[in-house]
């Protein structure tokens, strides 16, 4: 859907494990972003990218990280995963930052 | 601190009738304003834009109307139908800025009933 993929859709990890979610895009975008979406919190941003290498912290990026090694993936990782890292993650990528994004269809991640 | 705020979390109307929707925000520097819709178990998808040298722009339905002086905005839908059910989230940016980043509102949970 508009060249953006997330993956895997559906994930449940046990606490202090490792978690990575991908974000791949097909339209050459110089922009990713990586939100969690939480009821009463609406979108909240963890990290984003502004070019290959360049990554940037948002507002909640504690117990994040991110990498962008090429302009079509953007890797979240969770570095140890807690119960309140249990959210929908959702990716976000634009060619002009703050003319608008094109969102992938999201992960839901469940830590038990 | 949130820069946008939507400060109802639910609207409920009935099919046929105006749905209105608002928005505030807090930073000046703001200068394009949108509304994104989203159903669940999908990505939010973009629904109408405004530029913050207008005051109003339509497709169709919707409506989006900024009030700079007042630094709020409102998404007008006419007539509401039960399709429009869903989240909606107002997202401001400041297009000079190379940060590229939208700011969101909380959203507001839209029901149209029948």
């Known amino acids: 859907d508009a060249g953006i993929t997330q993956s895997p859709r559906h994930k449940v990890t046990e606490t202090g494990t490792p978690v990575t979610l991908r974000c791949h895009q097909t339209?050459?975008?110089?922009?990713m972003y990586w939100y969690r979406q939480d009821p009463g919190h609406g979108l909240r941003l963890i990290h984003y990218?502004?070019?290959?290498?360049?990554?940037d912290k948002g507002e909640v990026s504690d117990g994040y990280s991110v990498s962008r090694s090429k302009t079509e993936d953007f890797l979240l990782t969770l570095e140890s995963a807690t119960s309140s890292q249990t959210s929908v993650y959702f990716c976000?990528?634009?060619?002009?930052?703050?003319?608008?994004?094109?969102f992938g269809s999201g992960t839901r991640l469940t830590v038990v | 601190d949130q820069q946008v705020k939507q400060n109802s979390p639910s609207l409920s109307v009935q099919e046929g009738r105006i749905s209105i929707l608002n928005c505030d925000y807090t930073?000046?520097?703001?200068?394009?304003f949108l509304w994104y819709k989203k159903y669940p178990a999908e990505g939010p998808t973009f629904l109408i834009s405004?530029?913050?040298?207008?005051d109003k722009n339509e497709d169709g339905r919707f409506t989006v109307f900024l009030n700079k002086s007042a630094k709020h905005l409102s998404l007008h839908i006419v007539p509401s139908q039960p399709g429009d059910s869903a989240v909606y989230f107002c997202?401001?940016?400041?297009?000079?800025?190379?940060?590229?980043?939208?700011?969101f509102g909380r959203g507001t949970q839209l029901t149209v009933w029948p």
């Open positions: 990218s502004y070019g290959v290498k360049d990554t």
């Open positions: 930073n000046s520097m703001f200068d394009y």
């Open positions: 997202a401001a940016s400041d297009r000079g800025s190379t940060l590229g980043r939208l700011y």
């Open positions: 976000a990528i634009s060619s002009q930052g703050g003319y608008g994004y094109t």
């Open positions: 339209e050459n975008h110089r922009y």
């Open positions: 405004i530029s913050s040298i207008k």
